[in-house]
């Protein structure tokens, strides 16, 4: 029996056998491997070796949309589209931990998601860990003895000898094998026959589809963790660095990268490093888009808000009220002492090597740590996924809202849009000032700014106004939709093109949304609506003869007044917390 080697730069040697499993799903013991074998195809699913998967996913079935869903999948498809091209080409570091490795069967659909993001354009680094199956693995002669901490964990690192070490290497190649196993899945057989044609000949039928490319290699630098107050660590590890031109050079040919926690020191040693510090260094050396990092019961049982802006994750995690704490309290109004509290923690999240056992005296989930760790050190945002919400990692990719059951770090939220303020009337009034210059109206008297800001939207940076924005309430239109009109969007000149305009209107319509508003509309007197257009709004005609208008509002409208409008989704009762402005852009 032959077969083809297929572990690209893979350097695990030998020890990559040690997941090979029989049909009935044993693992294969290295005597019972054929001598013949130079090395093992992941994608071949042959009777007798090879990856075997237990049972099928509901996704392997050969899924039709129902006549009466036709349009809620097309609209689905409208509405991610955006987030499609957003996401294209952008790289994304994911983190399955042991926890999900256990669960094949949720490792199953969470990989098949993973294949949909990899089809879809995201180039992804996934980093699988290993600890609940060495847990399993390691004999429990060696875990029981309490004169050795051969195999324990100790802060945040295994004490790793050679016989933990070997449980490590094989449950690894394990990883390795079943994942990439698990990704080789084609497209389903039937759809290909329709579709495609052999490439020589005019023969029609089947023509198999190549499977993505799984590389596993060199691709993390580690160096020995050594003695540490008296304990000898052995072939325990951190993580040096990643080869970065490495690892986007793979990227860039299209495949996806795995890396397990397995580093290299610089003489040819297999160590082991935590799971963690290696995604989290990928991430932050590769100037990843984002960390997704899957979690399980220990994330759950915090249950954090769906969004948390990075300041206020480091906040909660310097004063131990990560989890507890249901309202965010910005940055700027915290008192002396808590920001002192969070300069404290600073150097736990950053530097250039991580210290894990400096992450267990903080008393959280690493998962959270590592992605505020990474977002602190300039990834925009980390996404902890839930491994147990079905779907919940391409709802979170792929929809506005996201899930509930995940929760968004993020460095990049602009929060200095929110309700204007006493001491921002001066600022206004010269923002409206050019409004009236360029012909527009406002429904309220200059010199009245002070007595409309409840109806007023800024968006503010270092003490500057730079865009402001009007809206009224004006009640329930004819489909008993509640109605708000833009009056006012204005963006101060020296500050256009740089996406305010787009994130103060993007903010307006999420408040809206939480506001219960079904409507917004557009019913200028002067200028085109091109901008509003581009963004989602629709010509409906003129305005005063539009019963979408409440008629208070139709009533007051110019003879040419033009209305546009764009609906507005109502929001996910589940999601209704969620602040406006958390998902600004990508
Ligand atoms: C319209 C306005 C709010 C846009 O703000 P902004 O922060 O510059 O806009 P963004 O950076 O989010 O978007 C810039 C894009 O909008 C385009 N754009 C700017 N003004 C536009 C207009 N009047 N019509 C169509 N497109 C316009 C830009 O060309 C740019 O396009 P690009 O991304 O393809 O390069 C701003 O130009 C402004 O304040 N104009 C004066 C007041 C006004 O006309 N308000 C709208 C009526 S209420």
């Known amino acids: 029996m032959a077969l083809t080697l ?35 195809n992941l994608c071949t699913r042959k009777r007798g070796y090879g990856a075997v998967c237990e049972s099928a996913s509901p996704r392997d079935s050969l899924g039709t949309v129902e006549v009466e869903n036709y349009s809620t999948f097309v609209r689905f498809l409208h509405l991610a589209s955006p987030y499609v091209v957003g996401h294209r080409n952008k790289r994304f570091v994911i983190m399955i931990p042991g926890e999900v490795m256990v669960d094949k069967e949720r490792l199953r659909g969470i990989l098949d998601d993973i294949l949909l993001l990899h089809g879809l354009g995201c180039k992804l680094v996934l980093v699988a860990g290993s600890r609940e199956l060495v847990d399993a693995e390691l004999s429990q002669e060696l875990t029981e003895d309490p004169n050795s901490n051969e195999g324990r964990m100790v802060g945040g690192y295994r004490v790793s000898g050679t016989a933990t070490m070997n449980v490590v290497l094989g449950e690894n190649g394990a990883a390795v094998n079943q994942i990439s196993a698990m990704l080789s899945k084609g497209p389903p057989i039937p759809m290909m026959r329709r579709h495609e044609k052999r490439e020589t000949g005019n023969v029609e039928g089947f023509k198999s589809i190549s499977t993505v490319k799984v590389v596993s290699g060199n691709f993390v630098a580690a160096k020995r963790r050594g003695v540490v107050h008296g304990i000898d660590f052995g072939w325990s590890g951190s993580v040096s660095h990643v080869h970065v031109e490495a690892i986007q050079s793979q990227l860039n040919d299209g495949n996806i990268v795995l890396l397990t926690c397995l580093g290299i020191s610089s003489i040819g040693e297999l160590l082991n490093c935590s799971v963690y510090d290696v995604a989290a260094k990928t991430a932050i050396e590769l100037s990843a888009d984002k960390f997704i990092c899957f979690t399980g019961k220990e994330v759950r049982d915090l249950n954090l808000p769906h969004y948390l802006p990075l300041e206020e994750a480091k906040m909660q995690i310097a004063s131990g009220t990560l989890g507890s704490c249901s309202n965010i309290v910005p940055y700027s109004s915290r008192d002396e002492g808590e920001r002192e509290a969070v300069s404290r923690i600073e150097p736990l999240l950053g530097g250039s090597m991580f210290d894990l056992d400096h992450w267990s005296d903080l008393n959280m989930p690493f998962e959270v740590i590592a992605g505020i760790s990474v977002c602190n050190n300039g990834i925009s945002r980390s996404h902890l996924v839930d491994f147990q919400e079905e779907g919940a990692l391409l709802l979170e990719m792929y929809s506005r809202d996201g899930i509930s059951g995940v929760c968004m770090i993020a460095s990049d939220i602009y929060q200095g ?32 700014v002070g007595s409309n800001l409840d109806r007023l939207m800024v968006l503010e940076r270092d003490g500057d106004v730079l865009a402001c924005a009007v809206y009224s309430v004006l009640g329930h239109g004819f489909d008993d939709k509640l109605v708000v009109e833009i009056n006012a969007l204005i963006v101060s000149e020296a500050h256009r093109n740089n996406g ?64 546009y409008s764009k609906s507005i989704v109502a929001i996910d009762s589940s999601l209704a917390d969620l602040p406006a402005g958390r998902r600004i852009g990508f």
């Not at 690209?8 to 013949?36: E, F, W």
């Not at 001491?423 to 409206?432: A, F, P, R, T």
């Not at 609506?529 to 989602?536: K, Q």
Request: charge should be negative; charged fraction near 25%; aromatic fraction near 10%.
């Open 6 to 40: 297929s572990f690209g730069t893979c350097s695990y040697g030998p020890n990559a056998l040690a997941g090979l499993t029989d049909v009935a799903g044993r693992r294969l013991h290295k005597m019972q491997i054929p001598r013949k074998i130079h090395s093992i």
């Open 417 to 448: 849009i929110r309700p204007a303020r006493i001491d921002d009337i001066n600022q206004i009034s010269q923002l409206l000032d050019s409004f009236l210059n360029y012909g527009y109206d406002l429904p309220f008297d200059m010199t009245d």
């Open 500 to 563: 305010f305009g787009d994130s103060i209107l993007d903010y307006i319509e999420q408040d809206m949304r939480r506001k219960n508003v079904g409507l917004i509309v557009l019913v200028p007197n002067t200028g085109s609506c091109d901008w509003f257009v581009d963004r989602g709004f629709e010509y409906q005609g003129l305005a005063n003869q539009n019963p979408i208008l409440p008629e208070e509002r139709r009533k007051n409208c110019e003879g040419f007044a033009k209305l």
